[in-house]
């Protein structure tokens, strides 16, 4: 009997479920010499264009206000609203997918036995991406964390998984754009935010980089683009203007802005006391605009929220004098920016004819102390900073050998073999020092390039230390200029050390070819530690005693812990603002219920979500701390009456 032919095997059913890639990348490395060239590449063609194209004017010519109407929220039957104010998101993955989490679920508050209902809205308060949209910044940086947070629901059919399936009832995504949105011409904000398009469970409405929500009970918000250092847009303010004639009598508003400018404002009018010569420095930009809004709602504006400094700080009406309260809450997932140098009791500002008198409320977060102790861990510059650490010791050794290179051959220094085997006769001692120096200072002489080079070290120092409203010729760049000063000083120090090592102990000529590559690889070492220990002490002690590198001495340490939010319930009687703190956030992750791990590799992670997939896509792998459940009041309730007076 013949064999029967072999029965082909039923086809697998394809496995149901929708195949996600999620990037999670690490805190962006500020002084990461790559990192320093291409963002000062992207500030520079910004502003340059920005100066020229304003992309607001594009907004506003292709949505005008009549298209443009306020954002309805209804929140729940009785009209109570609650919304999260989250900005500066989009650096590092722990950071922000934890920050992700909490903004996207209901959060308990063990110690005071309280839960906070998951937001009906989330307020984005700017920066929403680091370092700029470029290289497919907003997906890898925003989009992944935050539609892993709040995941859109997989469609049972898995050949149809990129269709939408509608949620009802899902919360609002409005966005702020900060000066990091900025710098690809807001064209990445508008794509995320201004389309319509789903934000995983989120949905978005607004139209363009400003817009106006309309709460129940007569409460707004108001979210402003005040671009990156320019005025406000004659149509933007064209458009706030229409819709302060819809505001009825008794309405309140909550701001946002970009940046706490009110801080600058503050800082200004205390220079002005204390120098003369200060008093011709005008308000910025951003200050200027930000007070015409506030001009324009008079008593009806309730809170001014900000972003920008990575930190949470309220600057509160002093007794019987007027003002909104004023809260900067920048703590979304960026690195942490420090509090101990606040004002607390600053100058008045003036908003048209009203001068406004602040005080700094006690509850900063982190506490000044925390603050100054964490700035004092910013030495530690080589172990946290390898690769700046190499660029400097770098520039240490083009700097020597650029000063041996023009007095390599006789005259003028005495022996042979230039400048290295000049410095080699002197042994390695205190006492040698000045005569070490004369020969430097004879080697500068007929080293036109070296001088040259040498007052570039000290200028670049000098702007570095008065970034911001002071000048290069200030008390602030002469103090830039002495740790220049100190980098050139250690480059020869090292010159002269391995000078002698090479020439005097290890016998080798100073003619021989193979001396150059040794310097080089001696300098990377010995001059990247000592080059980082000198610019991270300096970074301490310069802020310690002048204020100076209060960017610089946080950035560099990339601290992702210290997180902060807002959580706002809005009624019919008031305002109640719950500031919220996450010391520790989570750094070790597992895949969610209803997710299977398909690969993973590095910082890519390939994950198949089924239908049953309701949840998050990573939730804290065992032992890690809960983000939602591990939050904490910065300070009690702060409570704003809709009819303006005390609670």
Same mark, same amino acid.
């Given at each position: 009997m013949?064999a029967?032919?072999?029965?082909?095997s039923p086809?697998?059913?394809?496995?149901?479920g929708?195949v996600?890639?999620?990037?999670h990348?690490?805190?962006?490395n500020?002084l990461?010499?790559?990192?320093?060239?291409?963002t000062a590449?992207?500030?520079?063609?910004?502003r340059?264009?920005?100066?020229?194209?304003?992309a607001r004017a594009?907004q506003?010519?292709l949505?005008?206000?009549?298209?443009?109407p306020p954002?309805?929220?209804?929140?729940s039957g009785?009209?109570?609203?609650w919304v999260? +104010?989250l900005a500066?998101t989009?650096d590092?993955?722990?950071?922000?997918y934890?920050?992700a989490?909490?903004?996207?679920?209901a #959060?308990?508050?063990?110690?005071?036995?309280?839960?906070?209902?998951r937001?009906? #809205?989330? $307020?984005?308060? /700017?920066?929403?991406?680091?370092?700029?949209p470029?290289?497919g910044?907003y997906r890898?940086?925003?989009?992944d964390?935050?539609?892993a947070a709040?995941?859109?629901?997989?469609?049972p059919?898995?050949?149809?998984? !990129?269709?939408?399936?509608?949620?009802p009832g899902?919360p =609002?995504?409005?966005?702020?754009?900060?000066?990091h949105? %900025? +710098?690809?011409?807001l064209?990445?904000?508008?794509?995320?935010?201004c389309?319509?398009? &789903?934000?995983g469970? *989120?949905?978005?409405a607004?139209?363009t980089?400003y817009?106006?929500?309309?709460?129940?009970h007569?409460? *707004?918000? %108001?979210?402003?683009?005040?671009?990156?250092?320019? !005025?406000?847009?004659?149509q933007q303010y064209?458009y706030f203007?229409?819709?302060?004639?819809?505001?009825a009598?008794?309405?309140?508003?909550?701001?946002?802005t970009?940046?706490?400018s009110?801080i600058?404002?503050?800082?200004?009018l205390?220079?002005?006391q204390r120098?003369a010569?200060? &008093?011709?420095e005008?308000?910025t930009?951003r200050?200027?605009s930000?007070?015409?809004? @506030?001009l $324009?709602?008079?008593?009806?504006?309730?809170v001014?929220l900000?972003?920008d400094?990575?930190?949470?700080?309220?600057?509160t009406?002093?007794?019987?004098?007027p003002?909104?309260?004023?809260?900067t809450?920048?703590g979304?997932?960026?690195? $942490?920016?420090?509090?101990h140098?606040?004002p607390?009791?600053? @100058?008045?500002?003036?908003? /048209?004819?009203?001068?406004?008198?602040?005080?700094?409320a006690?509850s900063? +977060?982190?506490d000044a102390?925390?603050?100054?102790?964490?700035?004092d861990?910013?030495w530690q510059?080589?172990v946290r900073?390898a690769?700046f650490?190499?660029?400097?010791?770098l520039?240490?050794f083009?700097?020597?050998w650029i000063?041996h290179?023009?007095?390599a051959?006789?005259p003028?220094?005495?022996?042979?073999?230039?400048l290295i085997?000049?410095?080699?006769? +002197?042994p390695l001692?205190?006492?040698h020092v000045?005569e070490v120096c004369?020969v430097?200072?004879?080697?500068?002489?007929?080293?036109?390039?070296?001088v040259?080079s040498?007052l570039?070290?000290?200028?670049f120092?000098?702007?570095l230390?008065?970034?911001?409203?002071?000048?290069?010729?200030?008390?602030? /760049?002469l103090?830039?200029?002495?740790?220049? =000063?100190l980098?050139?000083?250690?480059?020869?120090a090292l010159? %002269?050390?391995?000078?002698?090592?090479?020439?005097?102990?290890?016998g080798i000529?100073?003619?021989?070819?193979r001396l150059?590559p040794?310097?080089?690889?001696?300098?990377?070492?010995a001059?990247?530690?000592?080059?980082?220990l000198?610019?991270?002490?300096?970074?301490?002690?310069a802020n310690?005693?002048w204020?100076?590198?209060?960017?610089? #001495?946080f950035?560099?340490?990339?601290?992702?812990?210290y997180k902060?939010?807002?959580?706002?319930r809005f009624d019919?009687?008031a305002l109640?603002?719950?500031p919220l703190?996450?010391?520790?956030v989570?750094?070790r992750?597992?895949?969610?219920h209803?997710v299977?791990?398909?690969?993973?590799?590095?910082r890519? %992670?390939?994950?198949?979500a089924?239908?049953?997939?309701q949840?998050p896509?990573f939730?804290?792998s065992p032992g890690?701390?809960?983000?939602q459940?591990d939050l904490?009041?910065?300070e009690?309730?702060? #409570?704003?009456?809709?009819?303006g007076?005390?609670?």
């Open positions: 013949p029967m032919p072999p029965q082909d086809p697998r059913p394809a496995p149901a929708r996600e890639l999620h990037t990348e690490p805190m962006v500020w990461s010499p790559a990192q320093l060239l291409r590449l992207r500030v520079t063609v910004a340059t264009v920005g100066a020229i194209v304003d594009v506003a010519a949505t005008p206000a009549a298209s443009n954002i309805p929220v209804s929140g009785d009209g109570t609203v999260d +104010y500066d989009g590092g993955w722990h950071s922000t934890s920050m989490l909490c903004a996207s679920h #959060v308990t508050l063990s110690r005071d036995n309280v839960t906070l209902p937001p009906d #809205v989330l $307020l984005l308060g /700017g920066d929403q991406v680091y370092p700029t470029a290289h910044g890898t940086r925003f989009l964390p935050f539609r709040c995941p859109a629901p997989v469609p059919d898995a050949a149809n998984s !990129e269709v939408p399936v509608p949620v899902a =609002l995504m409005v966005a702020t754009p900060g000066n949105d %900025w +710098y690809d011409g064209r990445g904000f508008a794509q995320l935010f389309s319509g398009d &789903a934000v469970g *989120w949905r978005t607004q139209r980089s817009y106006v929500l309309q709460l129940p007569g409460w *707004w918000i %108001w979210g402003l683009d005040l671009q990156l250092e320019s !005025e406000m847009d004659r064209e203007r229409g819709m302060q004639a819809r505001l009598p008794g309405d309140r508003v909550v701001l946002c970009p940046e706490p009110w600058d404002e503050m800082a200004r205390a220079r002005s120098r010569w200060r &008093a011709d005008t308000r930009p200050f200027r930000l007070s015409r809004i @506030e $324009l709602l008079g008593d009806q504006l309730a001014v900000a972003g400094q990575h930190h949470y700080a309220r600057y009406p002093r007794a019987g004098t003002g909104p309260e004023r809260i809450c920048g979304g997932g960026a690195f $942490l920016h420090g509090t140098q606040l607390e009791r600053p @100058e008045p500002i003036a908003i /048209g004819s009203t001068r406004q008198h602040y005080r700094l006690d900063v +977060y982190p102390a925390t603050s100054r102790s964490l700035r861990r910013a510059l080589p900073n690769s650490c190499a660029l400097v010791a520039l240490y083009l700097l020597d000063l290179s023009a007095n051959a006789p003028p220094l005495p022996g042979s073999g230039g085997g000049a410095l080699a006769q +002197y001692a205190v006492r000045p004369c430097l200072l004879r080697a500068l002489l007929h080293s036109p390039a070296s040259l040498a570039g070290v000290l200028a120092f000098a702007a230390a008065t970034r911001g409203a002071s000048g290069i010729v200030s008390w602030d /760049g103090a830039g200029a002495l740790h220049g =000063l980098h050139v000083a250690l480059a020869f010159l %002269w050390a391995f000078s002698r090592l090479n020439v005097a102990v290890l000529s100073p003619g021989d070819w150059v040794l310097l080089l690889a001696e300098i990377l070492v001059g990247g530690v000592l080059g980082g000198l610019f991270g002490i300096w970074m301490v002690l310690r005693l204020g100076l590198h209060r960017e610089e #001495v950035s560099s340490q990339a601290i992702d812990g902060c939010l807002l959580r706002m019919a009687d109640t603002i719950h703190k996450l010391e520790t989570c750094h992750w597992s895949p969610g209803g299977t791990m398909l690969r993973r590799f590095g890519r %992670w390939r994950l198949r089924s239908p049953a997939a949840g896509r939730v804290p890690e701390p809960v983000p459940n904490h009041r910065i009690p309730p702060i #409570v704003i009456r809709r009819d007076r005390a609670p």
